[in-house]
Structures are given as structure tokens and as C-alpha cells.
């Protein structure tokens, strides 16, 4: 019960070491943030924008300001989206000061026991353990199954954000990936590929289409069988000792794997965007910093390691079946938290028949960021609502996406409003235009 | 305050009134970040008849009023007075009408200004003025400054492109001045209004004028050797007649800081001086204006000359002179923005003369400016935890504002007077001319509870009532 026993409230040196205060001085205050932040556009109150959170977090540096309620409470409420950053002139490295401000409010100011149970069998048990996993999907289908799942509604938010789920599918088609997946034909390289942790349980289909898509553009895939999370969801949510642990665990087993040099292909934004800065969970001389500063630089979004593939042959691709016209949609962490804009829209350019519209604010956050679902269903709803809206007005019949969190809110909100635009992750669809172009 | 959160709750409804003191703690300041006053209470109305109820009881209990739109303004104009209750126009965001045939847009004044643009261009429209902020500031808050921004210089300011306005007055009666036309009939009171930095009463919706895009627009990029250069050339661009939409100009540390933030736009790092041009018009009018500009330019001794090739190089080289005051963020923790207006003849001299009063008291300075219309913007580095360094970079900003009133300048260009002008405005205005400004304020706002303290100052308008109002029998609960 280490996670536990680590809340207990510490007596500090300075409140400056509750929050980030060093990079809270970069922000000038001028307010260009604000309009990109979904929290702010939904309640119109600064202190639920980035500069406002940033104030506080100021505030707290200085010791004008407790750890109190509504202070964690605007911690909580921020999705972590990072959309501020990309607008912020000053360089704010925002994402990162509100996971150090969370992990310090976690360990300073506890939260109430049973908050910590979930949190701890959330983030501890469940998370690092494929087959606590495993269970948990096969509960969550039989649920889904009987029937019973309209009934945790009524068990506070948790319960409200279960019902949202989408189907859980039986257990042969959430199979796991095999350690090693051979390129069809010649290989042109070999590459290694990340399952996730709630990935297998969920799209199991787009590991297999990630895998099945980079076999047929010659990549041989081999998978680590000895770690499950990547860390991005206790970063995000201020656990860095379960961060770093989860970091650890992953730096070996990929340094184990192959000549410990293969890029690392990721299929999911948000721990991608995770992987590419885990170093500042380790302090600088901390052996495992330089070892994870080595491990950032092999970490590569799939879009971008596919466009690079599919520019250097210069491949055509051809039209799926599929409803059209297709949208494509940014996953926050792509867009914001690794600047990777061009590289999916020059894959769906090279798609021949593929009729495209534009959503208005393709960069806008969805409303799913990681756990926030689950933990604020109403909020999560109504930045949901401003998406569909979108959606609706662009036309399209089919929404491409490329981080599974995304995936499942577009598909449960598009669900609970009964209509049938189809959901597909990117890979999902350049598997088909590559089996496409063979047939 | 308790009894009158209570009411203004069951006005505003449980998200429209913020009380708790750390969700308020952010309202303290604005774009302004040096003056910081708490704010009792924050009010979030949803429209003209909820910001009409709301101000209708605080004037019934006498509280001072505070208009904030996004709180980008760098006047202090934002600030929370003492005492005094913030309503706010973030939660007022609809935009009404979009008419393309009488080229008109009505919104709610929490709008934001590149929402705007973005509706109007849909049906080749625009809204013209485009303050640097324009990604986050409200139109409510451009009217309230009348706000300018790069292509002011060729369009105008705010003023010029406002037809009309729903206001709600101190009392909370509502005041509809939505005029169908472009001239008034009578006295002016739209015009009167914009400008007037939230004494008069609060904006609640505007009816903007739109303008065609351009049929094209030609960015032109001019590289100097030194700052001399670049104002000399733009004081003879104006003085030979040409009118481009748009003439900035940027220095060295700001082009270092712009090429080093996420609106990297393709300035020369290691220039002196850029100066960023634009021409908009039809085909042949943009380029004779261009071929004329570029023979003035090369006269002034210029590094390199180009032109953007495409649409998205336009986009940069725009996005990084809007970003520039917030990329100076890397170089200091804070930054004091001087506004200041200056004969264009003169710009040289005067440029001149900012640099030797930061230089002397060893404080950083950075210049971007609308050179244009002669609007100067000289950011002074500062650190607001260092009391020392705040006195001098206020003593610089007053003798800068001083210098460009006596060579024939004005105090502000675009972002008001607020609080940080108010010592500077009998250096413009004698005591009779802002007698006469307070005369017009009190037919508005007889109370002076309207954004008091700021804009006129004090000891000419006699406001120490309101700024003392614990002492006032019928004050705040």
C-alpha cells in the first residue's frame, strides 16, 4: 500500500515546492489561452482557463493560496488537453505544470479514503496488470450482456461513466497481439509496437490493424510481453511515483527488446505524447533520465512513421469501402502534445476516392482525456456536445481519429444521440486502403 | 456581500455568480499583470436581460461595477475596484445575425473577435479591426477601448465600424442604440460611447459594419540594418501618399523572441529592424501600391525585400507579429506595454528617444510598433516581484508617454487610458477639458459607480466616494 501510505500530508520547506513555480513565471498574463480552452468556454470563469490555473498555481507558489477545495477542484476540472500551449506565445509548458501541481496536491492534501481506494485500484492494480485487465473486461461484458449495466447509473459518477462504454467484444476477438509479426513479403525493417493497457480490451481490432498495416508496408513488429502501461495516465492525473514505475518497468523491456534500438511505433496519441517527454519524471541525475531521454527519441506516432513510408515509395492508396464522406479529427495529444498536424492529413490526402470534409475545429478537445470521462461524465458531455455539433454541420458519414480515448467518446456520444456516423482509427483505415490496393 | 451574492444568484443561476475567494483570485488583474485588486464578486450573465437584472440591484445597493470581456486588455481598464463587483461578458457568446446583403453582424458582446471574423468571412466578409489579442479578446472589450490593431492603419479603428449598441446603463435600463443605418440621426451616442472604457454602462450586444475581403493582399517583408532605417522608410511611405492595409514594425529582441515561440514566422534572427507590409486590394491597385513601396524601401538601405509567396506564409508572418507581445513572456516574467501615438514624421527621433530612457535605467526594451499609424509600443522586461525594477519601468513608461505628448503624440493609441494612463492625462488635458469629461460621465452614470477610478482621473472627477464606499451609509452589506 505504498501509493497510500505516500498521501500522508509533509511538512514543507517552501509552498514553492507544491507547485512548478519556476515555469508558472512564464505566463505573462495575457490571456491568448483562454478562448482554446474547453473548460473556460463552457463556464465563461477564468479561473477554469489556463492563465487562471496558472494564477493559482502562482498564488499557492507564493502562499497566498491553500491547497483548498476549489483549487483542486480547478486542477480536476482541466482536461490536460494542452491546446494552450499551442497558442501560447510565451512557451508555457503547461501539461507538464499541472501533473507536477497534481502530484504535490496529492501528496499534501489527501484526498478522502475512499477517492484514494479508487485511485489506487485504478491506477495501481488495475493498470500495470494485463490480467486484472483482462478480468475487468470479461466483468464489463458480462454486465453489458445481462443487462445490469443500466443499473450502475445510479451509482454515482463512476457508474454513469460505465454505462457510456462501448461493447465490449468476446474474448477471441480481444486477443492478444503475438511477440513477433512478420512482414508480408520482403521486409523492409522491423519496428516495435506497444498493445496498452485498456487498448486490448477495447480496439483490440485497431492493434491488429496496426500491426496487419505496418506487416504489409514490410515492417516486421515485435511486441515487449513484460510491461502493460506506459505511465501517461498517472502522469496525467498526478501519481508520478506509479509514472515512474510504469516508465521503468517500459524503458527495459524495450531496451530488452530486438537490439534495443528500434523505433517504437505507438497507435495511441496520448501515450505517445506521454513517451516522448517521460525523462522529467526523473530527476537529472538520476540514472534512469538519461535512459529515458534515449528511449524518448525512438518513440514515433504511427501516422508519422506510415506518411514517412508511404512518401519515400511514393504509394497510392485506394478508397475503401466505407460511408463518405470521412472527417478527420486531431487527438489532442497529437496535435498539441507532439505538434503532429500534416503527416495524418498527407496519409488521407494519398487515399484515391476518399471525399473528405473539414470539421471547423478539428483541434478542439472531445471531451474523453483519459480518465476524465469517467471521473466528470456532465463536463466530458457538454465539451462533447460542441464536437457533434461540428461534426453534424461538416457532413461526414465516417470520423477518423488516431487515439483510442477519443475513439470511445466519439463512439458512445454519437451512440447516445442514435446516429450512425461510423468511428474508425486511422490504422484501421489505411489497413483497408492497403488491402484495398492489393485486391 | 453574502445577502447580494444570494440575490445575483438567483438572477444569474447557480454558474453565473462566482464567490468563492479562489475561483475570484484570477480576476484580480488583467492583461495589466503589475496591479492586482481582488474582486468581491463575479457576475456571468447570459444576456441583456440578466446583465439588465443584475445591474438594476447593484445599483439599488450601490456597489461599483467593473465590465470584464477576456481580461487581454493591458490598461488595467479590467481591473476590480475595491468593493466593487466584476460583471462579465464571457458566458454572452452568441453571435445573433450575420447579414451579408446590408453587410452588418449583430452579436452578444462577449463574442470574440476572430469568432467573428470567422462568421463573416463565410460569406466573403470581415470584421476589420484586429487587435494583436484578436484570438481572445471580446468585441465587447474592442468597443469599450475602441481597439485597433495592424489594418486600423487603412480601416479605421473600432468606432468606425460600430453601427450600434444594445447598452444597459448603470440603473440597468436598456438602451437600444441598434441604428439600421451607418449615420446616425441625432447626437451620436454610439460613437460617444465606444471609447469610453466602461464608465458609461455595459455593452451587452453590437452591431458591427463588415467590409469585403480583399480580393488580394500582398505581404511584404522589409529587412534593415538598423532601427533609423525602418522608421524613415515608413515616415516617407506616408508622407508620399500610399496607403497599404497595414505597416509594422519589429526590433531585434522581439524578432529573437517571436523566432524562438511557437509563432516562429521566418524573421531574419540578427536583424536590427523588420518592417511588415501589407497591400490589399484589387489586382492591379496591390501592385502599383507594391512597386511604389519597394522603390522607398530600397532607398532606405534595406538587407533583403521579399514578398510572401503563399497564403500560409502570409499566415505566419502575421501570426508572429500578433504573438509577439506574448512570446517577450521567454525574455522577462513580465512586460509593461507603453501605448503611445507620435507624429509619423517623427517616429525616428522618438524611437530614439525610448531606447535612451530604458537604456538609462537599465531596463530592457523591446519595440513593435504600428508604425503606421504612428502607435508606439515600446514592451519594457520587468519582474513583478522586484519593487525597484516596477518604479523605474513606471518612471520609463511616464517619461516615454511624456516625450510623445510634447512632440504632438497622444496617450494611447488602442488600449485606453484604465488605470495605468490616469497619472499621464494632464499631460495631454488641462483640468477644464477633464471637468468637461466628467460632466459627460455623470449624465451616463450620476453615481460614478461605472468602472470608477479609471480613465478620467480621480482628483479631477472628485471619486473619492466610491473609492471609499465602506464609509458610504448605504454600502455593501
Not at chain 1, 85 to 101: D, I
Not at chain 1, 138 to 150: D, K, P, V
Not at chain 2, 45 to 70: F, M, S
Not at chain 2, 345 to 366: D, G, M, P, Q, W
Amino acid at each position: 500500500m505504498a501509493h497510500l501510505e505516500e498521501q500522508t500530508p509533509q511538512p514543507l520547506a517552501s509552498e514553492k515546492l507544491l507547485v512548478d513555480y519556476a515555469k508558472s513565471l512564464d505566463c505573462i498574463h495575457c490571456g491568448l489561452c483562454l478562448q482554446t480552452c474547453p473548460t473556460f468556454r463552457s463556464t465563461g470563469a477564468e479561473s477554469s482557463s489556463p492563465r487562471g490555473r496558472i494564477h493559482l498555481m502562482r498564488a499557492v507558489g507564493e502562499g497566498r493560496l491553500t491547497l483548498d477545495a476549489a483549487y483542486t477542484e480547478e486542477l480536476d476540472l482541466c482536461l490536460v488537453c494542452r491546446h494552450c500551449e499551442t497558442v501560447c506565445p510565451a512557451g508555457v509548458r503547461f501539461g507538464e505544470m499541472m501533473s507536477f501541481a497534481r502530484n504535490r496536491r496529492e501528496s499534501h492534501s489527501p484526498r478522502s479514503f475512499p477517492a484514494r481506494i479508487a485511485r489506487f485500484v485504478g491506477l495501481r492494480v488495475l493498470l500495470p496488470n494485463r490480467i486484472a485487465l483482462r478480468l475487468m473486461g470479461t466483468c464489463l461484458r458480462f454486465l453489458q450482456l445481462t443487462g445490469l449495466e443500466r443499473i450502475a447509473v445510479h451509482f454515482g459518477r463512476l457508474g454513469r461513466g460505465l454505462s457510456d462504454l462501448p461493447r465490449i467484444p468476446p474474448l477471441p476477438a480481444r486477443r492478444l497481439l503475438p511477440a513477433r509479426i512478420k512482414a508480408s513479403g520482403e521486409e523492409r525493417g522491423q519496428v516495435a509496437l506497444l498493445e496498452g493497457c485498456v487498448m486490448p480490451e477495447l480496439y483490440a481490432r485497431v492493434n491488429r490493424a496496426t500491426a496487419r498495416s505496418l506487416a504489409l508496408l514490410g515492417f516486421t513488429s515485435h511486441l515487449p510481453s513484460n510491461f502493460v502501461c506506459c505511465g501517461s495516465l498517472h502522469a496525467h492525473n498526478g501519481d508520478h511515483a506509479g509514472a515512474r514505475s510504469a516508465a521503468r518497468k517500459m524503458i527495459q523491456a524495450l531496451e530488452e527488446l530486438g537490439d534495443g534500438t528500434l523505433s517504437i511505433v505507438v497507435n495511441s496519441a496520448g501515450c505517445g505524447a506521454h513517451m516522448r517527454s517521460c525523462a522529467h519524471l526523473f530527476d537529472s541525475e538520476d540514472p534512469w533520465h538519461a535512459r529515458a531521454r534515449a528511449f524518448e527519441k525512438r518513440v514515433i506516432d504511427y501516422s508519422e512513421f506510415v506518411d514517412r513510408e508511404l512518401q519515400d515509395r511514393e504509394v497510392q492508396l485506394t478508397a475503401p469501402a466505407l460511408p463518405r464522406p470521412i472527417a478527420w479529427d486531431d487527438p489532442c495529444h497529437l496535435c498539441h502534445g507532439q505538434g503532429i498536424r500534416s503527416q495524418p492529413r498527407s496519409i488521407l490526402a494519398r487515399v484515391q476516392g476518399l471525399e473528405q470534409v473539414q470539421l471547423s475545429e478539428p483541434e478542439a478537445c472531445c471531451g474523453s482525456a483519459g480518465t476524465y470521462s469517467l471521473t466528470h461524465p456532465e463536463e466530458s458531455r457538454a465539451i462533447f456536445e460542441r464536437k457533434l455539433e461540428d461534426l453534424e454541420a461538416s457532413g461526414a458519414r465516417t470520423l477518423i481519429t488516431a487515439n483510442p480515448g477519443c475513439q470511445l467518446q466519439w463512439e458512445s456520444g454519437i451512440r447516445r444521440v442514435g446516429k450512425d456516423t461510423a468511428v474508425m482509427h486511422l490504422a484501421e483505415l489505411v489497413q483497408a486502403a492497403l488491402l484495398e490496393k492489393k485486391s | 456581500m453574502h445577502r447580494l451574492a444570494q440575490e445575483l444568484r438567483s438572477i444569474l443561476g447557480p454558474r453565473g455568480l462566482i464567490d468563492d475567494p479562489t475561483k475570484l483570485l484570477p480576476y484580480e488583474s488583467d492583461g495589466l499583470a503589475m496591479v492586482a485588486v481582488p474582486a468581491e464578486l463575479v457576475c456571468l450573465p447570459r444576456d441583456t436581460q440578466e446583465a439588465a437584472a443584475c445591474l438594476a440591484l447593484l445599483h439599488r445597493e450601490g456597489v461599483p461595477v467593473v465590465a470584464r470581456g477576456a481580461g487581454t486588455g493591458l490598461a488595467g481598464g479590467a481591473t476590480p475596484v475595491a468593493n466593487g463587483v466584476v460583471v462579465s461578458t464571457a458566458r454572452m457568446r452568441d453571435i445573433l445575425e450575420v447579414n451579408p446583403l446590408d453587410r452588418f453582424a449583430r452579436v452578444q458582446a462577449g463574442v470574440v473577435n476572430v469568432d467573428l471574423t470567422r462568421a463573416a468571412s463565410r460569406h466573403g466578409l470581415r470584421y476589420a479591426p484586429d487587435p494583436s489579442s484578436q484570438m481572445a479578446c471580446t468585441i465587447g472589450g474592442n468597443v469599450a477601448n475602441n481597439s485597433g490593431g495592424p489594418h486600423c492603419f487603412k480601416h479605421g479603428a473600432t468606432t468606425r465600424h460600430i453601427q450600434g449598441l444594445v447598452i444597459v446603463a448603470h440603473d440597468g435600463e436598456i438602451l437600444d442604440l441598434s441604428e439600421p443605418h451607418l449615420d446616425p440621426v441625432g447626437y451620436d451616442l454610439v460613437g460617444l460611447f465606444v471609447g469610453s472604457e466602461g464608465t458609461f454602462g455595459l455593452a451587452t450586444e453590437v452591431t458591427v459594419k463588415l467590409v469585403p475581403t480583399p480580393a488580394l493582399d500582398e505581404v511584404l517583408l522589409a529587412v534593415f540594418s538598423t532601427l533609423d532605417d525602418a522608421c524613415d522608410c515608413v515616415s516617407e511611405i506616408i508622407a508620399s501618399r500610399l496607403e497599404p492595409s497595414a505597416l509594422e514594425i519589429l526590433d531585434k529582441l522581439t524578432i529573437e523572441a517571436v523566432e524562438a515561440s511557437v509563432f516562429a514566422a521566418g524573421y531574419p534572427v540578427g536583424a536590427e529592424a523588420v518592417l511588415l507590409m501589407e497591400v490589399e486590394g484589387a489586382g492591379p491597385e496591390v501592385e502599383g501600391t507594391s512597386r511604389a513601396i519597394r522603390k522607398i524601401v530600397d532607398r532606405h538601405s534595406p538587407l533583403d525585400v521579399r514578398s510572401a509567396r503563399n497564403a500560409e506564409e502570409r499566415r505566419k508572418l502575421w501570426a508572429g507579429r500578433k504573438g509577439a507581445f506574448g512570446a517577450m513572456g521567454r525574455i522577462a516574467p513580465d512586460l509593461y506595454v507603453a501605448d503611445a501615438v507620435v507624429p509619423r514624421s517623427r517616429l525616428r527621433e522618438l524611437i530614439r528617444t525610448t531606447i535612451a530612457i530604458c537604456h538609462e535605467r537599465n531596463l530592457r526594451l523591446a519595440n513593435v510598433f504600428h508604425a503606421g499609424d504612428g502607435n508606439l509600443h515600446p514592451n519594457i522586461c520587468y519582474d513583478r516581484r522586484n519593487e525597484e525594477e516596477v518604479a523605474r519601468v513606471l518612471e520609463a513608461g511616464h517619461l516615454i508617454l511624456k516625450a510623445c505628448v510634447e512632440a504632438g503624440g497622444a496617450l494611447t493609441g488602442e488600449h485606453g487610458v484604465g488605470l495605468e494612463k490616469l497619472e499621464q492625462m494632464d499631460l495631454l488635458f488641462a483640468p477644464h477639458d477633464l471637468d468637461a469629461m466628467c460632466r459627460v460621465r455623470d449624465v451616463w452614470d450620476p453615481e460614478r459607480r461605472m468602472n470608477p477610478g479609471k480613465l478620467v482621473p480621480l482628483r479631477a472627477c472628485m471619486e473619492l466616494r466610491t473609492t471609499r464606499l465602506e464609509h458610504k451609509p448605504e454600502g455593501i452589506a
